[in-house]
Structures are given as C-alpha cells and as structure tokens.
C-alpha cells in the first residue's frame, strides 16, 4: 500500500525568506502523480503545484518549485520569498495511475509566516 | 464564483439522527470525491464516483452512504451518526483520473450533540 510521509508537523519562516516541506512517499507503482496542497485556515483547499511521476524536469510555479526525486521517492516543495498569505498547512498528496483512481494525503506541514 | 459548492457550511445534528451533505459542481467534472478531515489531520478519502460508478474505500464504516443522483449533485448521508463523526467533510471534483487535480469546496463542518 502507498504511503505518504511528511515528518515536519510545524514550521516557521521570516517574511520573505525561503522554505522547503518535505515529503516522501512510498510505493511500487512507476506511473502517479504527487500534488501540493495549501489549506489556508478555514478556507478552502487548493492547488499548489503538480508533478507527474514520468517527468524528470520539476515543476515550477511562481514561487513555488519541488524537487523530485523518483529513485529516492522525495517530494519536496520549496516556497521562495515568503509572503504572509502563505501561512496555511500544506498536503503533500499521492494519486495512483493505477489503482482505482486512489489519492492518499500526508499528514500536512502547518507553515507559519513570521513578519 | 464557487465551483464546487458545499451546504450548509455548518451542520449540528444530534447523535444517531441521519444527516445529509450535499455537493454541487459547475465544472461538469466527472468525478465526485468525498473526504473526512478531522481536526489537524490529513483529509481521508471516503469514496468516489467515476461518472456513475461508486468506489468505495475499504475502512469507510458503513454509516456513511453515498448518493449522485447527476452529474452535478454529490450527498453523503451519515445514518447514525456517533459523537466520532464530528469532522469537516470536503467534496472534491476533477476532470478526470490521473492527473488531473481536485478542486475543493470549503467544506461542511459536521457537530454532533
């Protein structure tokens, strides 16, 4: 069974400085995808950025970027120049190819932004 | 404007009363998730409906039921619901399987009394 691990329960980082989540994953599939997920307190869920399995050239978008590393199954997010909206806990998330559509969320990372 | 619409935000239902979600969507996605978040936790995963058919997850208990009577429209229906139900419930949708990516309504949170 897949498996997805985020081993930062909290994290802090000064207004405009970079951060990085990490999330690893395990499973025996070679075809899924990995998404990060922003729930803003009280707010709706949405999405950060995705990465398909096949695709060795990261993702990026704006001032989000992950490094992925299939060999290792590590999937970590990076958020450049920290903004106060991105206080919010994030949810690295699994989503098989293979396996009935099946999605698997980590535990989530709660980021604070401190001014 | 909403795309995936959640009511009410907020339900209070007393213990073993059935209680009814509901979900709509305006993007004419083909796939209705329904997912348990409690407090501080990752969301878990129900089940879904691909178009009409319903995948249900293993450890979903019984109590919980699912309905889509259209494309549009997604219930849960919780029969008897016990004070560990409490939780917010999201309703998700997507396009398609794979990679395509979920989008999220804001939630109901459930109480029980």
């Known amino acids: 069974a897949q498996t997805v691990t985020q081993s930062q329960p909290e994290m802090s980082v000064q207004e405009a400085e970079t951060v990085t989540l990490s999330c690893t994953y395990d499973?025996?599939?070679?075809?899924?995808?990995l998404f990060w997920y922003k729930q803003p307190p009280s707010r709706q869920m949405i999405l950060v950025i995705r990465?398909?399995?096949?695709?060795?050239q990261n993702a990026t978008e704006n001032r989000f970027s992950v490094n992925f590393q299939k060999a290792a199954k590590s999937f970590s997010l990076k958020i450049s120049d920290s903004q106060l909206g991105d206080a919010a806990m994030y949810f690295c998330?699994?989503?098989?190819?293979?396996?009935?559509?099946?999605?698997?969320f980590g535990k989530g990372t709660r980021l604070h932004i401190l001014p | 404007d909403a795309m995936v619409i959640q009511n009410p935000r907020y339900q209070v239902t007393q213990f073993g009363k059935p209680v009814t979600l509901s979900c709509s969507q305006t993007?004419?996605?083909?796939?209705m998730y329904w997912y348990q978040q409690k407090s501080s936790q990752a969301p878990k995963l129900l089940f879904h409906?691909?178009?009409?058919?319903?995948?249900n997850e293993a450890d979903t208990p019984d109590n919980f039921q699912s309905r889509r009577p259209n494309t549009s429209f997604c219930f849960l229906d919780i029969r008897s619901p016990g004070l560990g139900d409490a939780a917010m419930y999201l309703c998700?949708?997507?396009?398609?399987?794979?990679?395509?990516?979920?989008?999220f309504g804001d939630g109901t949170r459930l109480s029980i009394l």
């Open positions: 998700a949708t997507s396009r398609d399987r794979g990679q395509k990516p979920q989008h």
């Open positions: 499973t025996s599939e070679s075809d899924y995808y």
């Open positions: 990465q398909e399995a096949y695709k060795q």
């Open positions: 998330a699994y989503r098989s190819e293979e396996q009935d559509d099946k999605i698997i």
């Open positions: 993007l004419n996605h083909n796939v």
């Open positions: 409906y691909y178009d009409k058919d319903f995948n």
